[in-house]
């Protein structure tokens, strides 16, 4: 069954960078995570978002991990980040991003202040002539900025945006956007409403806990999108504990740790980001050891 007709849509993980002990990106090692996601069930990947530490790479680094991720999975599958400071920064990303082949961008609103509408639609605006499909990012908690049902549903009738990652976490929200906006796709953005979200009618997961559980968390996704709660919800009910950490300010701490523990390479942070407390540690490693325990993969 095609479960995605359009490069946004279905499992896009958003990708964790794997660092070395010096902190230099292991290109070689993301090349083949982004690989081992698509063989594991996803459709295809987010480089360059906050789990991919993005805000610490140099402008050379952001690049090169756009064009490994091209290069590892084909451009339609990657949906590359262009966060940045100013609307013309963000236009370059996601220039680059077209220039490389990618089928979409992932775009935050400006976040250096509190951005008011005009600001938020004018940035849309600059960015969206680069000519590649925008998704715009709603995380009001961490840019401060909301891009309400009413504002996507301006932005869309505009044709900046194709899609949004819902990551406020009001799942309400779903049902007003598709009101106001019935062509706009919902994206889940964070991981702990997955369900409510795909009921809701989503057709997309920008996905972080994929990282260390891709198959699991895949089967999850086409289960909820497919109405079949039968198989869903006690999948959810088992990885809710790891997904909640999606929502939570150490989200790349806790995933790379869980990647640890599942066997593969999750790795250090860059600063500013502090390695886990002992007692974060300890709750991340348990509830990955329970999911491995319990056959999820």
Known sequence: MEHRSKPWQGVMVATALPLREDLSVDYDGYAEHCRWLVDNGCDGVVPN???????????????KVIETAVAAVGGGNVMAGAGAYGAAESRRWAEQAGEAGCGSVLLLPPNAYRADERAVVAHYREVAKAGVPIVAYNNPYDTKVDLTPALLARLHEEGLIVAVKEFSGDV????????????????????????????????????????ALPASNSALYRAAVAGDLETALPLYRTLHPLLRWDSKTEFVQAIKLSMDVAGRHGGPCRQPRQPLTDEQAAIVRAATEKALAEGLR
């Open 172 to 211: 309400r929200r779903a049902y007003e956007i598709a009101e106001l906006a019935p062509g706009l796709d919902l994206l889940i953005g964070s991981d702990d409403v997955l369900l409510e979200l795909a009921v809701a009618g989503a057709v997309g997961w920008i996905a972080g806990y994929p990282n």
């Open 49 to 63: 978002g906050s789990l991919g530490e993005y805000q610490t790479l140099t402008p050379q680094e952001r690049t």
